[in-house]
């Protein structure tokens, strides 16, 4: 089971992120919701599973808890299952992960990386997350959201409203990107029909809609976005 972490805790750790931020030799990696993800691109569903098997030797690997999930033309790998739990160990387990897919060929793809999370919001009182948790068999990792025990779902984010707003429930996605790929997918996006809801925080998140007013927040943060984390978004 996964320990949620304290208020203390989060505080303290969101050195942690903006440490891996800022240090050098980490192109390869993307910090999302999630915590710091990279995608390595390989010849076949075999290279995969054989480059899996070395970053899985590779120093510091064990017992960190992280995850490797293997396809048929990549290896992705998720350092942490939530960026407060960055710490500065893991900017040399990157290094060492990415030296080890260095020396077997296989090249990151930063525009891959990304973190789907679901939003679930509500005024604080009709907040119900042990209902998500049960429903989806989720784990707790902080006490505002619910984790795929086994790293492939999406996270489940409860976000309390604000009560002067009118809506009593509604659910929106947000979906987390490499800062420097961001515009793509919202270029794609709008290409595809969806409109500009509010960029005023841009380009830390936009806040898009589908023809029907459903909503997603396309988030950059926090891999080296400026401006505020996309936690204070909420349906209208």
Not at 135 to 145: I, M, S
Not at 202 to 226: F, I
Request: charged share 20%.
């Amino acid at each position: 089971m996964l320990k949620a972490l304290t208020p203390l805790e989060v505080d303290m750790s969101n050195q942690g992120w903006q440490d891996f931020l800022a240090a050098d030799g980490l192109d390869d990696w993307v910090v999302l919701h999630s915590g710091a993800a990279a995608v390595f691109l390989v010849s076949s569903l075999g290279e995969a599973a054989r480059l899996a098997e070395a970053v899985a030797q590779a120093p510091g690997v064990e017992g960190e808890g992280v995850l490797l999930t293997v396809g048929d033309n990549h290896l992705s790998v998720r350092l942490t299952r939530g960026v407060e739990r960055l710490e500065p160990r893991h900017v040399a387990l990157a290094r060492a992960i990415s030296a080890v897919v260095r020396r077997r060929g296989a090249v990151a793809d930063r525009s891959r990386v990304q973190e789907v999370q679901l939003a679930i919001s509500a005024l604080p009182e009709a907040i119900d997350l042990g209902f998500w948790r049960g429903v989806l068999g989720y784990a707790e990792l902080a006490d505002d959201n619910a984790v795929d025990p086994l790293g492939h779902g999406s996270t489940v984010w409860m976000q309390g409203l604000d009560e002067a707003k009118p809506l009593r429930h509604a659910m929106h996605v947000d979906v987390s990107v490499a800062h420097d790929h961001v515009e793509a997918r919202l270029a794609a996006a709008l290409a595809a029909g969806g409109r500009i809801v509010d960029d005023s925080n841009a380009p830390s998140h936009w806040t898009l809609a589908d023809r029907a007013g459903n909503r997603v927040c396309l988030c950059a943060w926090p891999d080296g976005a400026t401006g505020p984390a996309p936690m204070t978004l909420g349906p209208d």
